[in-house]
């Protein structure tokens, strides 16, 4: 169940930060448009850490699961699924920041509506990862017997 806040915070911390840049009408704000790009280029960035943060644990715990000698094979064919939409999301971020980069270089936001149109499809991809995300977990569930403690939620001694 930790998994699952951690999944929810970070995604609810990406979204908030991404319906901060396409609910405004403009970028003006007392801070300026360059601070409040910095902002956001800060929340996309702990969002992109988080969600390689969650990626990664999913693939520990398959690890895991499979030297103790769990049938993964069912949790595995969903993260080899889910490959493809973690990499689509790392790619959009990339691109997202080196946009914010490239405006806040330039000391303007362009007024093309290109940073919220990308915003836009990195938001889809976060639904696309988060939505895989849960089927790996659901697979990982399924696992015949007891679940396996995620890496580092092992109890101290």
Same mark, same amino acid.
Do not use: C, W
């Given at each position: @169940?930790?998994?699952? @806040?951690?999944?929810?915070? +970070? &995604?609810?911390?990406? +979204?908030?930060? &991404?319906?901060? %840049? =396409?609910?405004?009408?403009?970028?003006?704000?007392?801070?300026?448009?360059?601070?409040? %790009?910095?902002?956001?280029?800060?929340? !996309? !960035? /702990?969002?992109?850490?988080?969600?390689?943060?969650?990626?990664?644990?999913?693939?520990?715990?398959?690890?895991?699961?499979?030297?103790?000698? @769990?049938?993964?094979?069912?949790?595995?064919?969903?993260?080899?699924?889910?490959?493809?939409?973690?990499?689509? =999301?790392?790619?959009?971020?990339?691109? #997202?920041?080196?946009?914010?980069?490239?405006?806040?270089?330039?000391?303007?936001?362009? /007024?093309?509506? +290109? %940073?919220?149109?990308?915003?836009?499809? !990195?938001?889809?991809? =976060?639904? +696309? #990862?988060?939505?895989?995300? =849960?089927? !790996?977990?659901?697979?990982?569930?399924?696992?015949?017997?007891?679940?396996?403690?995620?890496?580092?939620?092992?109890?101290? &001694?």
């Amino acid at each position: @169940y930790k998994l699952i @806040y951690t999944m929810k915070k +970070t &995604l609810f911390a990406s +979204t908030l930060a &991404l319906a901060v %840049l =396409l609910g405004s009408a403009s970028l003006a704000s007392a801070s300026g448009p360059m601070a409040k %790009l910095e902002m956001i280029k800060a929340k !996309v !960035v /702990g969002g992109e850490s988080k969600a390689t943060e969650i990626h990664n644990k999913l693939n520990d715990y398959i690890t895991r699961a499979d030297e103790k000698g @769990y049938d993964v094979s069912t949790a595995e064919a969903e993260m080899d699924q889910a490959e493809d939409s973690y990499a689509s =999301l790392i790619s959009e971020i990339g691109e #997202f920041k080196a946009m914010i980069d490239d405006a806040i270089e330039a000391g303007a936001v362009p /007024g093309d509506g +290109t %940073l919220k149109a990308q915003a836009s499809v !990195v938001k889809s991809s =976060l639904v +696309t #990862f988060k939505s895989d995300m =849960l089927e !790996v977990k659901e697979a990982l569930k399924d696992l015949k017997g007891d679940a396996v403690p995620f890496p580092g939620d092992e109890p101290a &001694l």
